[in-house]
């Protein structure tokens, strides 16, 4: 997974994530919760409705926020993974 999708979170940003086999984005994000998946050739549509509803994705985005300060910052990598050390 790519630093681009923790800084979208960070920034606040709804974050698009095109659906595929493997969704690692799964793995620290929660769909419709705190991202969307777009279908492949349906972007545009996706856009459009995002645009066409914003309150609804604005607390997506916001929830995203919330957990990636939470637990993907560096205090937070240092706290689970090197407090003990």
Same mark, same amino acid.
């Given at each position: 997974?790519?630093?681009?999708?923790?800084?979208?979170?960070?920034?606040?940003?709804?974050?698009?994530?095109?659906?595929?086999?493997?969704?690692?984005? =799964? *793995?620290?994000? +929660?769909?419709?919760?705190?991202?969307?998946?777009?279908?492949?050739?349906?972007? %545009?549509?996706?856009?459009?409705?995002?645009?066409?509803?914003?309150?609804?994705?604005?607390?997506?985005? =916001? *929830?995203?926020? +919330?957990?990636?300060?939470?637990?993907?910052?560096?205090?937070?990598?240092?706290? %689970?993974?090197?407090?003990?050390?």
């Amino acid at each position: 997974l790519k630093s681009r999708v923790f800084e979208a979170a960070v920034s606040r940003s709804v974050i698009l994530c095109r659906k595929d086999d493997f969704n690692v984005i =799964e *793995r620290y994000f +929660e769909p419709d919760k705190e991202f969307v998946y777009y279908e492949p050739g349906e972007l %545009k549509k996706t856009i459009h409705q995002i645009l066409n509803n914003y309150g609804k994705y604005e607390k997506i985005a =916001e *929830r995203a926020y +919330e957990k990636a300060v939470k637990n993907y910052t560096v205090k937070a990598f240092v706290h %689970k993974y090197l407090t003990d050390i």
